[in-house]
């Protein structure tokens, strides 16, 4: 494993990560903003963190350069973004990873700990159907704090608004085709690269065959083929669990991020 990280330009893979999600997501820094700014409001600035579905890292990265007294575990499924994860943070003793199924209902006995301040996402939950997370969210519900905090910045569209989200949607489509024309990387292009790489290659093989490839069409983390939850819903849905207060906190045209606090 040292030989491995040592092999690769870990930190460069997680750039071009973040470059390929701000290909879909412009103002991807804008919600991990306000997400770090309500863990700052809510439970301070020391916070050990759980980064639910953390691929490369990319909360944990951004967490650890505002409150350099925080700790995160990350937990994540997919073997090719813990490999970019471990690499980039072998040597930050404040940071923990873990692969575990979300979908196990015993995922939450790997962690290292037995409750966190915060348990923050962005981005991935959307390939959980209702059933599923809603499930999740009575779990969580088990590992944050009371007076912890959960944050979710995902697809949460708004009930009742069609036209909008055509709009947006149109807009949204001529703006990536605009970047990809000029070298953007997409979902399947990143993917591939990744494919091809002489260190990265293998743990990405494992990844398709939990996933899929997605080259091949849709996969289950692409979030392209789901029905997404309503924000409401979302919120709904926490109080439900056990969470004392839920209410969205941010929202873009076809995003939006949930707060919920123990």
């Not at 036209?163 to 949204?172: G, H, K, M, Q, T």
Request: negative net charge; charged residues 25%.
């Amino acid at each position: 494993m040292v030989d491995t990280v040592a092999a690769s330009d870990w930190r460069a893979w997680q750039k071009s990560w973040d470059r390929q999600q701000e290909w879909y997501m412009p103002d991807r820094e804008e919600r991990f903003r306000v997400m770090l700014d309500a863990v700052e409001a809510l439970v301070g600035p020391e916070p050990a963190i759980l980064d639910l579905a953390c691929g490369t890292g990319s909360i944990t990265d951004r967490v650890l350069r505002r409150f350099p007294r925080a700790t995160s575990t990350g937990v994540d499924l997919d073997p090719a973004l813990l490999t970019i994860a471990r690499g980039h943070f072998a040597a930050d003793d404040r940071v923990r990873f873990v692969s575990a199924d979300l979908r196990d209902p015993r995922w939450t006995e790997k962690l290292p700990r037995r409750s966190y301040d915060a348990v923050l996402t962005a981005t991935a939950l959307h390939w959980l159907d209702g059933d599923a997370l809603r499930a999740l969210y009575g779990r969580l519900a088990g590992v944050v704090r009371d007076g912890g905090v959960f944050l979710n910045a995902d697809h949460m569209p708004w009930e009742g608004t069609p036209r909008i989200d055509a709009a947006v949607r149109a807009f949204e489509h001529a703006r990536q085709e605009r970047a990809k024309a000029e070298g953007a990387q997409d979902w399947v292009a990143w993917w591939q690269t990744a494919a091809a790489d002489p260190v990265l290659g293998a743990p990405t093989a494992e990844r398709f065959a939990i996933f899929g490839n997605p080259a091949d069409g849709p996969d289950h983390a692409s979030g392209v083929a789901e029905e997404f939850q309503s924000v409401t819903w979302h919120a709904a849905t926490l109080r439900e669990a056990g969470f004392a207060e839920a209410r969205p906190v941010w929202c873009s045209p076809s995003d939006a991020m949930v707060l919920g606090l123990k």
